[in-house]
């Protein structure tokens, strides 16, 4: 085992130092054709590294083999989405957190009539044990976008909560996924807690903990169609020896019982390496999609059920991918992935965004979408509206027939490809004749840049964004870490914390 992180530590060696010679350098670390270092499952028996594996600090540069499967994107060119004028009107940038001493990020939300939730990872560094419940993931409520509640889900017992992600369903129940682990934190379940007011919880477990087995970026959709209210998923992957593979476990009663979980990706080897499956129920069927990035083939993968999570079809390809984790700097060592996001809109079609690098100028964001219920897929379209700094981290959401709002971090505005803003997109739905959408020009949400580099856990794997009818029109709420040096603790006065924040747009 020894050998073996020293093994991790030389590519991590290796891949700084390509960060320290410039882009062109950084971006030859995906041609290197390098077996991906197994941190993701092998590691399950030693502490130092699943620490590791938790806080995101360990990076390495992926083969470069293409992605492979039916149908789908693979190949396509990019082309950059049309970008019209539309106004995007910026809402006041809000702390929807507050916490004092603890780093607040992966931040996911959702949005009941008249209320909003969000979820976030708080960890207070040194401090997490079973008897201290200081690092149990984070709930946030408001009726107003302005004013927030906060509270802690139950972690069962064990010292580390993490990886939340939040949804809601047509009776109001609220779901609340993600995992916790104990002590060195070799083996890890997943969790779904739910509530009907976001700040008293009921955990209910989803998994049991197992000696060597790891579950992992655990995500949780819920069915907005009143027909099929307290019906409910979780995907998440599940790291093995040397393996990892994708489960999706349902329920049909509002999050009390949940099934056994069932594998949805089609790979048979001992090998495989899946990671970021993400749910989205159609509104309108019920079918159910996960999207996940396979980073041995390269490729972003779609799978859909038709019978509500009890089986799953075959693997599509809906894009293929440059670049798999990469250290992009600033972020305290912790590396960057594709982190795809998949939403559904009510006539069907399907919608993925996610991060990728295509070129020297850095990570972009990218949307490919589906008009056939994911069997075929369009893009990948550009959605950053700049060719400057890394653009990572994005979040995705739809309203009716394909009004979307998406979200991400952004290092546009920095010469020196550091400092992080926030910032967004909408389209009306508009397509143009070869099917390229018509998005708003970038809008920031922040005022005020972050700099991550201070914290190993950066800002996270991913972000979050909640979208809805707002009059005749639409607004959403993205919601975001952020570590600013102006930010200043209203218990304590001091300056600098890592919180989480929202802005709403409004088109």
């Known amino acids: 085992m020894k050998s073996h992180i020293a093994v991790m530590r030389y590519y991590v060696l290796i891949l700084t130092l390509m960060l320290t010679m410039g882009p062109a350098v950084l971006f030859a670390a995906e041609r290197l054709d390098l077996v991906p270092p197994q941190f993701l499952t092998a590691p399950i028996h030693a502490p130092e590294q699943i620490q590791d594996l938790i806080s995101g600090r360990l990076t390495f540069a992926a083969s470069k083999s293409p992605a492979q499967g039916g149908g789908g994107a693979t190949g396509a060119s990019t082309s950059t989405a049309t970008f019209s004028l539309i106004t995007q009107t910026d809402g006041v940038t809000t702390d929807a957190v507050n916490r004092l001493n603890s780093y607040q990020g992966e931040t996911a939300i959702a949005k009941l009539p008249g209320l909003w939730v969000g979820g976030f990872n708080s960890i207070f560094p040194g401090q997490c044990s079973a008897a201290l419940a200081n690092c149990a993931p984070g709930a946030t409520i408001s009726t107003t976008t302005v004013s927030w509640t906060t509270s802690s889900v139950p972690i069962m017992g064990n010292s580390l909560g993490f990886d939340p992600s939040v949804a809601v ?12 682990c104990s002590g060195s934190c070799q083996t890890a379940n997943a969790i779904v807690a739910t509530s009907t007011d976001g700040v008293s919880w009921t955990a209910h477990a989803v998994t049991a903990a197992q000696g060597g087995i790891f579950d992992d970026k655990y995500w949780v959709a819920a069915d907005p169609n009143p027909a099929r209210a307290g019906r409910a998923y979780l995907a998440w992957d ?20 949940w099934s056994s979980p069932v594998k949805i990706n089609d790979g048979t080897s001992q090998s495989e390496r899946v990671i970021y499956a993400m749910p989205a129920v ?45 250290d992009i700097g600033c972020n305290g060592g912790r ?68 009004q979307i709002h998406a979200s991400w971090l952004d290092r546009r505005d920095d010469p020196q490809n550091c400092l992080t803003h926030a910032y967004s997109a ?40 909640v979208a809805y009818p707002a009059g005749t029109s639409t607004a ?32």
Not at 172 to 180: A, H, L, P, Q, S
Not at 295 to 320: E, I, N, P, R
Not at 356 to 376: F, N, P, R
Not at 482 to 507: F, I, M, N, R
């Open 426 to 465: 909408y389209s009306s739905g508009v397509f143009a004749a070869d099917g390229t959408p018509q998005f708003s020009a970038n809008g920031r949400l922040t005022t005020a840049s972050s700099n991550f580099d201070g914290n190993p856990n950066g800002p996270g794997d991913y972000t979050g964004i």
């Open 169 to 180: 369903d047509a009776n109001g129940t609220i779901y609340y996924g993600y995992g916790v």
């Open 282 to 326: 159609d509104p309108t069927t019920g079918a159910v999609y996960v999207v996940w990035m396979d980073y041995a083939k390269k490729g972003l993968y779609v799978d859909k059920s038709t019978d509500g999570g009890a089986t799953w079809g075959k693997d599509v390809v809906a894009a293929s991918l440059s670049a798999t984790f990469t």
């Open 335 to 402: 590396s960057m992935a594709s982190a795809p996001y998949i939403a559904v809109d009510s006539q069907g079609w399907v919608y993925v965004t996610y991060s990728d690098i295509k070129s020297t100028t850095g990570m972009d964001v990218y949307l490919v979408y589906s008009k056939d219920a994911g069997q075929h897929w369009q893009g990948p379209y550009q959605l950053n509206d700049v060719t400057k700094g890394h653009q990572y981290n994005p979040a995705l959401s739809v309203v009716g027939n394909g």
């Open 238 to 257: 599940r790291n093995k020896g040397n393996n990892q593979t994708l489960f999706v476990s349902r329920t049909q009663d509002s999050g009390n019982t």
């Open 476 to 507: 959403a709420l993205p919601f975001f870490p952020t570590h600013l040096s102006s930010d200043t603790s209203a218990q304590t006065g001091q300056a600098g914390g890592y919180e989480a924040y929202v802005t709403e747009v409004q088109p």
